[in-house]
Each structure stands twice: as structure tokens, then as C-alpha cells.
């Protein structure tokens, strides 16, 4: 059953099960109110309404006072009518409190294994550890580049907003080693970790650095205190909220149009041009070549606008077509994030 009908299937089942307990407390009140006026109120309300709980679950027990002649037989009439009546609706509402669990149950069950089957089946793929709003927008972005990814994240009602949003979503606590060896991370290419608290990232920091040394691992930080403890952890980057936060308001302020290019640029969900790198792997078509040699923008059409020595780690902007690319330069480019296979193609190593 697709997700969004089982979704639709238990919402349905949980009303009918308001709906069932509703009527079956209002069916005992009005039976007992129906026992009170039949003895004319010589009995306690109470003892009626206990008589008729009694009653709708069969459980079998004399009446503890005496019941006049002429009011005998409607008694047995009316008990019959409440007995009839009320089983069936205990039965009914049991079975749709059943129902209601049951699909629960396997409506979870059935979407773990299916993430887990999809999981096994990814590699170099990206763990996002924190599924809030941070997340949700990380894991839209990496959606739109192509890249595959997985979010780890603890709260049901997130999971289940998540999952009908088309993402990859594992409910766990990403700071422990099952959780995140259920993520696939000795597979992936790198995580990030952007959950509420610098003790929880440095926990994950430091777990998921003890899978892999070439694991690429990103960390917010919510203290700019802590960059140091996380860098040290193993995060290869780290990302301070509040330095993000003062360093665009003032970027803002002196140069607005800049701000508005790159965000543009880089956030618009109907702008389809980004900017990307591309690492040149050795004996790749573009390897001992110049930049103008190897004809990327007539190829691709990306813009090379800047190049990363493999060596020395500094950037280039700007290259001209003389700059030599060598393996493991890495190519900064801008363009349409759909012709960046083509250029990936390019720098991969020829077989």
C-alpha cells in the first residue's frame, strides 16, 4: 500500500475510534439513565450506571436490590435491549482500536524496512544528523544537486512529516553508534551534524570520525566556543549560526545586490545554476592539460571560475587559459547544475 493511502487509512481508523468511544460512553450514561427512571429513582444513579457497565461487558452478577413486581418484566426488557445493544458497540470499538494499532504498527514496520533495504543499497552517499527545519532545507538542496542522502532524526512527528515530504528519513538518536551504522556511514561520503546542541554534534563528531579518516564531516556550531572542540573532534568544517548570521546582516547592508545574486544563486528553488566543484582524477582527460585545452566551456558550458592547487590548498580566481590542470586540482565552476555530470565525466579516470 503506498504511503500516502496507509497515511490516509489510519486517520480514517483513529476517527471511527473517537466516534465508537464516543457513542459507547454516552450509550451506558443513557442506559443507566434508562435503569434510574424504570425504578423511579429508588435506586442511586450510580448503582445504575454500574449496573449497566455490568451489563455491556457480559460480566454476569445478581442485582444487589430488589426490583418491585410491576416494574420486573420491563426491567428484564429493557436490560435485554441494553445488553444486545451494548455489545455490540464494546465489540465495535474493540475492533477498531485494534485496527487502529495494528496498522500503526505496520505501517512503522514496513516503512523502517523499506528505508533500511533503500539505505543498504546507497554509497558515498550523506547523513544529515538533525531533521528540523536546518535539515529539511539541507536535505532539499542536496536532493536538488543529485546527490543521495539520509537524515537522521529521533522525533516521530518529524519522521512522519519527512517521509510524506519523498526524503530518506531513519528515526533514531544519531548519537549512538547503531543509529548511525544503520545510516550507512561507513558507506557514506560525509555527514553533517546539526542537531540542537554542541554536545550532541561533538558526540557524533567524534563517533563518526572513528568509522573513517576520509570521512567528510560538517558541525554547527551553536557556541562559536566550541569550533575549536569539534575541529580537534575530527569535523573538517565547522559552521558558527551566529558568525553566518552577523556576517550576512552586515554583507547586507554594504553590499545588497552581491547578497541578492548569491542568494539567488544559490537558494532559489527555480533557478536551476549553481556553484559546484569538480575534483580531476589522475590519467582523467583533463589531467596535464591547460584550462583552455580542455575546452570545458564549449563542452559543458560551465564557467571555470576559479581552480584549488592540489598542493599548496590555495585558490586561483579566475584562471586563464594558460593555468595547467593537473590530478587533484579541484575546479570550481558555475553553471546548470544539470551539465555538471558531463564535466564529472571529464575528470573521472579513463578506463
Request: hydrophobic share 45%; net charge neutral; glycine share 8%.
Amino acid at each position: 500500500m503506498p504511503e500516502a493511502e496507509s497515511d490516509s487509512s489510519i486517520r480514517v481508523t483513529a476517527r471511527r475510534l473517537i466516534v465508537a468511544m464516543t457513542i459507547l460512553v454516552l450509550f451506558v450514561h443513557l442506559a443507566s439513565w434508562g435503569f434510574y427512571e424504570i425504578l423511579d429513582g429508588d435506586v442511586p444513579y450510580f448503582e445504575c450506571l454500574y449496573r449497566a457497565t455490568l451489563l455491556i461487558t457480559t460480566v454476569n452478577e445478581p442485582l444487589a436490590f430488589e426490583v418491585p413486581a410491576p416494574q420486573a418484566r420491563l426491567l428484564d426488557q429493557y436490560t435485554m435491549v441494553v445488553l444486545l445493544t451494548g455489545m455490540g458497540l464494546v465489540l465495535y470499538t474493540v475492533s477498531t482500536f485494534a485496527a487502529w494499532i495494528i496498522e500503526g504498527d505496520l505501517r512503522g514496520g514496513v516503512r523502517r524496512r523499506r528505508v533500511r533495504r533503500m539505505i543498504n543499497r546507497h554509497h558515498d552517499h550523506i547523513i544529515v544528523c538533525g531533521g528540523g527545519r536546518t535539515g529539511e532545507m539541507m536535505m532539499s538542496e542536496l536532493k536538488k544537486l543529485g546527490q543521495s542522502c539520509v537524515v537522521i532524526e529521533s522525533d516521530l512527528d518529524r519522521v512522519e512529516a519527512l517521509d510524506r515530504a519523498g526524503f530518506m528519513v531513519l528515526r533514531g538518536d544519531a548519537t549512538q553508534d547503531l543509529v548511525l551504522e544503520q545510516a550507512g556511514i561507513e558507506r557514506a561520503r560525509g555527514i553533517i551534524t546539526a542537531l540542537p546542541g554542541d554536545k550532541e554534534n561533538l558526540f557524533v563528531v567524534v563517533t563518526a570520525r572513528q568509522y573513517s579518516s576520509k570521512l567528510q564531516i560538517v558541525s554547527r556550531a551553536v557556541d562559536p566556543h566550541t569550533d575549536r572542540k569539534l575541529m580537534q573532534a575530527g569535523a573538517n568544517f565547522v559552521v558558527g549560526a551566529k558568525e553566518i548570521a552577523a556576517n550576512r546582516m552586515v554583507s547586507t547592508l554594504v553590499r545588497p545586490h552581491v547578497v541578492t545574486f548569491i542568494d539567488r544563486l544559490m537558494r532559489d528553488p527555480e533557478s536551476t545554476n549553481r556553484i559546484e566543484e569538480v575534483l580531476i582524477a589522475p590519467n582523467s582527460s583533463l589531467d596535464g592539460v591547460t584550462l583552455g585545452d580542455s575546452r570545458i566551456g564549449a563542452t559543458t558550458g560551465l564557467l571555470v571560475i576559479a581552480l584549488q592547487d592540489s598542493e599548496s590548498s590555495q585558490f586561483i580566481c579566475n584562471p586563464g587559459a594558460s593555468a595547467e590542470l593537473t590530478a587533484h586540482t579541484r575546479l570550481v565552476v558555475l553553471g546548470d547544475i544539470a551539465k555538471l555530470s558531463a564535466l564529472r565525466k571529464m575528470a573521472a579516470t579513463r578506463r
